[in-house]
C-alpha cells in the first residue's frame, strides 16, 4: 500500500480534495464545514478561506484563532473535539464526532433523560476549564453520539474566564448561567415533561435575562455588520 502522510501533515489544498460530506456550504460570514474522510481516519475542516474575500481576510484568521483557542483550553475533556491542527490562518481540523445534532432529533421520545445529564455535567467542565460556550441555544452546536455521550462543537463565540479582572469574571458567570438556560430550553424541546423546578425557574429568567439580550443583540449586530461591509452575498439580514 502507498505510504500516506498522516492528515495533520496535509496541506489546506491537500486535504480539500478528500471532502466526503459537506455540513455547512463556505460563503458569505460562514465558513466551509466539511466532513474529510483520509487514511481511515474522519475529521471535520472548518475553513474560512471558502468565506466571501474580505470577510475571510479580516475576520476569519480571527474566528480560526478563537476556534483553535477554545480547542486548545479544553483539550483532553471527553465531550469537545479534539484538535487535530491548525491550516494557515483561516482553517481548523478537528475530530469528527459521529450523531445526530439535537437540532436533528424529534421534538421528543429520542433522548434518554441520562443524556441532560451528560450534558449539564459537560457544561460543568467547560466552565472549570474556563469557557463558557455563548452559543448552546443552537441546535447545531450539540452533537449526541450512539452511546449517549454529548459533544459540543462552535466554540467561535467562546467567553473565557478571566483569574483577576473581577468585573470579568462577573461577566463570565453570567454567561455561564446562559449556557445553562441554554441546555434547559434544549430540554423543553426533547424532554418537556421532564423539566424541573429550576429548569422551569430558568427558562422564566430567560425570558427577560439582561446579558442574554446583550450577548444575543450584540453577536446579531455583529453578524449584519460585518456582512454588511464585507460579503457580497449575505446582504440579506
Ligand atoms: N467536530 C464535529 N464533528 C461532527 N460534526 C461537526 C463537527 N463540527 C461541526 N459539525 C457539523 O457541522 C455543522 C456546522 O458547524 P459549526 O461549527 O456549528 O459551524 P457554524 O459556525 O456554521 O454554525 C454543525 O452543526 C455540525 O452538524
Ligand atoms: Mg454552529
Redesign the pocket.
Known sequence: MKNKLPIEQLSLVELRKYRSKV??EGRGT??E?V?ITYGGKKA?L?DYTQSDPWFRRLVGPLLAFREARALRLLKGLPGV?QLINTLGRQAVL?????GP?T?ELKNSGQVDPEVFNRIYKLVDEIHERGVAHCDLR?G??T?ITASGQP?F??F?GYVARSNWNLPWRWVFNKFCIADEIAVARMKKRLLPDQLTDEEKKNLELDKNHPIGKFARFMGRSFTRLSRFLLTDTDKKP
Open positions: 455540513f455547512r460562514r465558513p464545514v466532513l471535520i472548518k473535539p478537528m475530530d469528527y464526532i459521529e445534532t437540532k443552537s447545531g452546536n452533537i459533544y462543537v462552535d467561535v
